[in-house]
């Protein structure tokens, strides 16, 4: 019942467990577990087991030593390769034990878990090889926050430490400075003219941008509330020029309509004038007040 309560990420006395797909971070954490327990567990598994060799008082040697004849204190020792053991087995799944349950020593196991997972030294060659090309190649683009490239860029040089490859703190802070994007150049050109950079920590410098990128954020979206205003009050002069043009169009169009009706009008009866006979003209067609006037003007000349 006691060892149900020792899980993974929740007591000192589970180490944590494997990871296969993340074998470099599980790799540095189950180190610091190690070494945070006990260093002669570390030793043992780095170096090798405590062999079973005592001095001499008499010939003042290294002599192996017996079971039933060695001390409690060279027991206690002894004790430590099979702790070494253990404590890589706890941290394994059943596939992967299956995979190292042959090997005698803790550093047997470790050696193939590191072989399997982390490759032989050529392997780890053409890993170095492929971080280091990362790390020159690195670039953080102009919409990317800054605790993304940190992320980014953190992976890189943790994994190159892991493989017992890295860079000096003062090239990692040249590196991301150089890696930002054009619209930091002032605050590049600022932090490289007051800072030591010899003594900036990356930690520092990640905070010192983290506080730049609010004051950006907040100046482009006083920016941007600029330009939507002045675009919302373009689009509402727009209209109100458009509505007046409409209705200026409306009442053009509208008169226009009325004279073409009158027009029309007006050729309807000339034309039920003229298709009608001249006799029936002059028995029902009365005369118009234009046509009178026309012919008493007539009647005067004669």
């Not at 878990?113 to 032989?120: A, E, F, P, R, S």
């Not at 060659?125 to 790390?135: A, E, F, S």
């Amino acid at each position: 019942m006691e060892s149900e309560k020792y899980l993974e990420g929740q007591s000192m006395q589970r180490p944590p467990l494997f990871e296969s797909d993340g074998f470099i971070y599980w790799k540095n954490r189950f180190e610091t577990y190690v070494k945070s327990k006990d260093l002669d567990l570390w030793h043992v598994i780095t170096y090798g087991d405590f062999p079973p060799i005592q001095n001499n008082p008499e010939t003042k040697k290294d002599e192996i030593v017996p079971f039933d004849k060695q001390n409690d204190d060279l027991k206690k020792k002894l004790a430590k390769n099979n702790e070494a053991k253990m404590v890589i087995y706890n941290a394994l799944p059943r596939k992967e034990y299956e995979r190292i349950f042959m090997c005698k020593t803790a550093k047997e196991i470790w050696d193939t878990l590191l072989i399997t997972h982390q490759g032989n030294s050529q392997v780890k060659d053409n890993k170095i090889d492929l971080l280091v090309q990362q790390y020159e190649q690195f670039t953080i683009p102009e919409e990317e926050s800054i605790d993304n490239a940190f992320a980014r860029f953190n992976t890189i040089i943790t994994s190159l430490k892991a493989l017992d490859e890295g860079f000096s703190s003062k090239n990692y802070v040249r590196k991301f400075l150089r890696a930002l994007h054009p619209k930091w150049r002032a605050k590049v050109t600022t932090i490289e003219e007051s800072k030591d950079l010899t003594s900036l920590s990356l930690d520092e410098l990640i905070g010192n941008l983290k506080v730049y990128e609010v004051i950006i954020k907040n100046d482009s979206e006083v920016v941007k509330g600029k330009r939507e205003q002045n675009r919302s009050l373009a689009l509402k002069a727009k209209k109100e020029s458009s509505d007046e043009d409409s209705s200026t169009s409306d009442s053009e169009d509208e008169e226009y309509a009325m004279a073409m009706r009158d027009f029309k009008k007006f050729f309807k009866r000339r034309e039920r004038f003229v298709r009608q006979p001249h006799d029936e003209r002059k028995e029902k067609q009365p005369l118009s007040p234009a046509f009178e006037f026309v012919s008493l003007g007539k009647v005067h000349q004669q």
